[in-house]
């Protein structure tokens, strides 16, 4: 079992910076990976960015160039650096961790959500 903890979400400007932040405690051994998704009302949830056990970050392409995706040297917390931040970025954001095990096969944990407002 983990459990993801995020916060840093609020109201901010556009144009304006925010940085989120995600705690994993339990099991994070086999973590493959976590990421940062957003769902904006009306709207399925969305891939934003993930960070591999590795290292490896992909981003969706409405972010790249804005956001960053990280992790300190514990690999807890992550971090997603938001910034030149757009109205069409408000979104509740939600961290995940995507656990692989021989028994499970890979096994997605959800955070319960941080609210992102920009406003115009």
């Known amino acids: 079992q983990v459990q993801l903890v995020e916060s840093g979400g609020g109201l901010v400007q556009a144009g304006g910076s925010l940085r989120l932040s995600c705690a994993a405690s339990?099991?994070?051994?086999?973590?493959?990976?976590m990421g940062w998704y957003r769902q904006a009302p009306g709207k399925q949830r969305e891939l934003v960015a993930t960070?591999?056990?590795?290292?490896?970050?992909n981003y969706a392409d409405s972010v790249k160039g804005r956001f960053t995706i990280s992790r300190d040297n514990a690999k807890n917390p992550v971090y997603l650096q938001m910034n030149s931040l757009k109205p069409e970025d408000t979104a509740v954001y939600y961290c995940?961790?995507?656990?692989?095990?021989?028994?499970?096969?890979?096994?997605?944990?959800w955070g319960q959500g941080t609210q992102v407002t920009v406003s115009t």
């Open positions: 995940n961790a995507a656990v692989w095990t021989v028994i499970t096969g890979t096994v997605n944990y």
């Open positions: 339990g099991s994070r051994a086999n973590i493959n990976s």
């Open positions: 960070i591999t056990s590795g290292g490896s970050t």
